[in-house]
């Protein structure tokens, strides 16, 4: 027989200390908080596992006052996911986006990390990125006791976005049950990696305990986490397509490549409560993360030309020629810290009000260093074209693939390759031509050149962000008219973030020679690019030469203008005053609870940075050549506003545990940093084949330009909607429940992107400006042949002169839009329809979403449609679970060219989880109880990351393959 514990107001109570639990059961506390009610026991059935999970979570969202989703430490820290970031993506209306194969970013409701409001114990969370949104997979599982993403918002919740907010917990150690755990994990990639130096197996190791001292007055919690993650991937890439006069669809450069990387992270959580009476009560946590994810991508990156192509559209046959293949080794090491400090007071002033007392400080920084190292047959101009390559390849929607190599073996052999640039890529070095003078002819009599001195590039961004918040509240107990509690403060935050984004060019101490590859350089062993038809390559550490001399840099922030127009600082002052008012009534004999509130919020922004425009001497804001940024390009801005958010939440219970929710709410999300800065700049691709576009507006809509132009704007006002939801929810076991919720957003204001065709030769934007640059813009053609993709054709020694025009992007506000939808629900455990089935059950949740911007965009993170399905059997200590997510298409953020931000289109993703474990705890080995074991697999489908352009074809495909992780878990008390 079945003994059920289901009461409303049981639940209320166990909630509150339910969610901060490590390890004790739902039961376990529902029964302390019953008898602290009526000093009874009550029979219960201790439920463990993610039955015991799914009660704590259903609690919870019971409980609150406004429309909620929750995970507790059973969801985090039994199913053994590397991140919270893989626990939050299952949550009704929330989608997991993967960033290099691990689930980094959350959408919520169809709003990116960036748009969303994330915190750590109430307190806002910074990121190590460019932007806002918080990299999910950089918290690991083993910290957390749970989470509560917010679909609705009330006047007390200081961190808030447009499309929710995302509260993450750690143990409260006096609310918490004494422990000792040790965790080990054992990861294997199904793939093997295609790069020697690599291999595909990865481990995680964790300790925490919880202890309580003098009399249970003090308590600390640790929590030690050391990961190391594999991560091999299989890159398909192009720079863009373009149809050529037969209307064939073709690629215009190549981007394929072996990618291998390993995540070092070790994390460290303390937290030291302290109350002596029941007056007092205070909290001191510290969190601190230190992490570097580094590796190599190797592969071949150049652009490409065809000929004797057969076929229609993009589905053609053809021979690319001329090829003089760039084999691109590049280093990618990225490094990073973060910590975060927080206090928290609360002192019962009597029986009516309390006051708090919050004060923390964060603190982040990363590098992210890709370095470019440049192998090939010779450098570029060496070779006439009777001694370069030839490639057969088809081409289809899903992306081009070779199938036979002329003239092009010498790539697995290191004796025959030159380490140097065979590709013209050094127009950028124009401002130190004399240095690379010489009178050493390349294969068509012409001198070698700055073009040809270019063999590597060392890229890299450094990152820091520093956020200090102080908040003062009091709550205190009223009656006045249908207002019982009454809760008012005041809180105020001091950002500061910059990027410095550096480079330097690379060229080998041979110029205009080269020299073979050293061959302490070498790994044993080649790299597999025979997935792509490439064969093997050589594989040598990347990073060697930039170590020993062999290349000698030049920097590039005073000769790429985007460089330095991408480095800024931006700074945020905001104060929030606040007050909510709880309020409990009857409407037609229901009862009616919730609460309203409303926010004053005071906003001081400013930016600095600089504005790149490359000058008469091919130097970026350098005219007197002194290595200084000229006065005239450094630029500030700012900006003063206010805001008034209000906010409504209502509960009505029409029967038992049946209950209609609405809210109302008006909700802000501040602008992406990257497009607050006061930077900018006029940029200029040496790209042959861009050069030689013809001088006409209607070629240049048709093939893109050379010429572009960018500027930030630190005048941005944040993004803003009116909110509504409405609700029903019906609670018919403890792990059991059926909702659904319509929503509606109603954009006020979101930034537009500006985007206007200008000429360059005269700006209209800048009084006229005059960008071109006479043999810096222009370019000599060594090689005789058709160019572009008009296929125009040029004589060897014939001048290639620019299209005057070119775009001009930026950022305003002012654009509207609107967001609806529904979220559908269902936890049913199987026992509900026969007893038989105790034990099994699922979780599943589906979301449609209609989101449209008035000027036709999409909104980064937007699926149109959302499914997450959780079947699971647990009984006795064995469970057994698959979970699946489903997400349409969406629009994302992506790392591009010289370390800014670009959009990118992602096709949808299924993916497949699944775990079996045993918790020996339910066995009668007595010596083995504490343990648990579990085998959990990720990707089980192997599905791939895709992004498109506008006409539907796969720009990038990311391979990554199924991971398996082996678990155990020791609870020693």
């Known amino acids: 027989m079945r003994t059920q514990l289901f009461k409303p107001a049981l639940l209320s109570l166990a909630v509150s200390t339910a969610i901060w639990s490590v390890s004790a059961t739902a039961a376990e506390q529902q029964t302390a908080a019953a008898e602290a009610k009526s000093g009874e026991a009550v029979e219960v059935i201790a439920v463990r596992g993610i039955r015991g999970s799914l009660i704590r979570s259903q ?27 893989e626990s939050l993506s299952r949550l009704p209306g929330l989608a997991g986006e993967r960033v290099g194969g691990r689930t980094s970013g959350i959408s919520v409701r169809g709003f990116k990390e960036d748009f969303t409001g994330t915190s750590l114990n109430g307190r806002e969370l910074i990121g ?8 999910y997979d950089l918290y690991p599982s083993e910290i957390m006791t749970g ?28 609310q918490a049950k004494e422990t000792l755990t040790v965790n080990g994990n054992y ?8 790069n020697p130096e690599f291999d595909n197996k990865g481990k995680r190791y964790a300790l925490s305990f919880v202890e309580k001292f003098a009399d249970d007055t003090l308590g600390l919690a640790v929590a030690l986490a050391s990961t190391e993650s594999p991560n091999n991937q299989r890159k398909y890439g192009v720079w863009g397509y373009s149809a050529n006069a037969a209307g064939q669809v073709l690629p215009t450069g190549l981007d394929i490549a072996s990618i291998s990387t390993k995540l070092e992270r070790d994390t460290i959580s303390t937290v030291l409560q302290y109350q002596p009476n029941d007056k007092l009560n205070i909290v001191f946590d510290v969190l601190d993360i230190d992490y570097s994810d580094s590796g190599v991508l190797r592969g071949f990156i150049e652009p490409f030309s065809s000929a004797n192509v057969t076929g229609s559209g993009t589905s053609t046959k053809g021979t690319q020629v001329g090829a003089n293949p760039v084999l691109r080794t590049d280093p990618l090491k990225k490094d990073g810290d973060l910590q975060t400090f927080g206090l928290n007071v609360e002192y019962q002033l009597n029986d009516d009000w309390q006051v708090e007392l919050d004060l923390a400080s964060s603190e982040s920084s990363k590098r992210d260093l890709r370095g470019e190292s440049y192998a090939g047959l010779a450098r570029s101009g060496a070779l006439n074209s009777s001694q370069l390559g030839s490639r057969e390849f088809t081409m289809s929607p899903d992306g081009v693939f070779f199938t036979k190599l002329t003239g092009l073996g010498a790539f697995s052999d290191a004796k025959a390759l030159q380490l140097t640039g065979p590709q013209v890529w050094g127009g950028g070095m124009a401002n130190l031509a004399s240095q690379f003078a010489t009178n050493v002819k390349q294969a068509n009599g012409d001198p ?33 008219s249908i207002f019982n509690k009454l809760t008012v403060g005041v809180n105020y935050s001091d950002r500061f973030k910059d990027k410095d984004n550096k480079g330097f060019f690379a060229t080998a101490t041979s110029y205009p020679f080269s020299t073979a590859i050293p061959a302490k350089y070498l790994y044993n062993g080649l790299a597999d690019l025979s997935w792509a038809g490439l064969g093997q390559v050589v594989a040598y550490d990347g990073f060697a030469p930039y170590n020993d001399g062999t290349y000698k840099l030049n920097d590039a922030g005073l000769l790429e203008p985007d460089r330095l127009g991408d480095t800024y600082e931006v700074n945020e002052e905001v104060t929030t005053l606040y007050f909510k008012s709880d309020f409990e009534t009857q409407f037609a004999g229901l009862p009616v609870t919730g609460n309203v509130g409303m926010q004053y919020v005071k906003t001081d922004q400013s930016s600095s940075g600089f504005i790149g425009i490359v000058g008469a001497n091919f130097a970026v804001c350098d005219d007197n050549n002194d290595k200084q940024v000229d006065a005239d390009c450094i630029t500030e801005q700012g900006d003063s506003y ?8 209502l509960s009505m219970e029409v029967s038992d545990n049946n209950f209609v929710r609405f809210a109302a709410n008006k909700t802000i999300s501040r602008a992406r940093i990257d497009q607050m800065k006061a930077s900018g700049f006029v940029k200029f691709d040496q790209n042959i084949d861009l050069i030689t576009i013809p001088n006409s507006t209607a070629a240049v809509e048709t093939y893109g330009s050379p010429w572009s132009k960018f500027a930030g704007n630190p005048l941005l ?28 957003k109603d954009l006020v204001n979101w930034t537009r992107d500006g985007n206007k065709l200008i000429n360059f030769t005269n700006d209209e934007t800048n009084s006229g400006a005059n960008y071109f640059i006479p043999g810096f813009h222009d370019r000599i053609i060594d090689q005789a042949g058709t160019y572009g993709p008009a296929d125009i054709f040029f004589a060897a020694g014939a001048k290639a002169t620019p299209p005057n025009y070119g775009y001009f992007s930026y950022f305003e506000d002012g654009l509207t839009g609107r967001v609806h939808g529904v979220e559908v629900t269902a936890n049913v455990p199987f026992s509900k329809f026969s007893d038989v089935l105790e034990g099994f059950g699922v979780a599943t949740s589906g979301t449609l979403i209609d989101a449209k911007l008035n000027d036709g965009s999409r909104i980064p993170g937007q ?10 059997y647990e009984k006795n200590g064995f469970e057994v679970r698959v979970a699946g997510t489903d997400r349409s298409d969406f629009l994302t953020y992506e790392r591009g060219g010289s370390n800014k931000i670009s959009t990118a289109s992602r096709n949808g993703v299924t993916l497949v989880d699944a775990q079996i474990s045993y918790d020996f705890s339910e066995s009668n080995f007595t010596s083995l109880h504490g343990l648990r074991v579990s085998l959990q697999g990720t990707n089980l489908t192997d599905v791939d990351e895709e992004t498109v352009n506008d006409d539907g074809i796969v720009t990038t495909r990311r391979q990554f393959g199924p991971t398996y992780m082996l678990n155990v878990n020791y609870a020693f008390y």
């Open 59 to 85: 609690a919870e969202k019971m409980d609150n006052s406004s429309i909620v989703e929750a995970i507790s430490a059973e969801d985090i820290g039994k199913l053994p996911d590397s991140s919270i970031a």
């Open 128 to 135: 190590i990125g460019d932007n806002r949104g918080v990299e």
């Open 147 to 174: 989470a509560t993403i917010y679909k609705t918002t009330d006047a007390t919740l200081m961190v808030q976005g447009i499309g929710g907010t995302v509260d993450l917990r750690t143990v409260r150690p006096l």
């Open 187 to 194: 990861e294997s990639n199904s793939r093997d990696s295609d």
């Open 448 to 480: 070698y050149s700055y073009f040809n001195a270019q063999d590597g590039f060392l890229n890299y961004a450094d990152f820091s962000e520093e956020l200090k918040t102080y908040r003062l509240e009091a709550v205190g107990n009223i009656e006045l």
């Open 642 to 649: 206010n805001h008034v958010l209000p906010s409504l939440n």
């Open 717 to 744: 006002k944040p993004l803003e909607a009116n909110n509504f939801d409405l609700a029903f929810e019906s609670y018919f076991e403890e792990e059991g429940y059926l909702s659904a919720t319509v929503f509606y």
């Open 863 to 872: 699926s149109d449609k959302m499914f997450s399905l959780t079947a699971y």
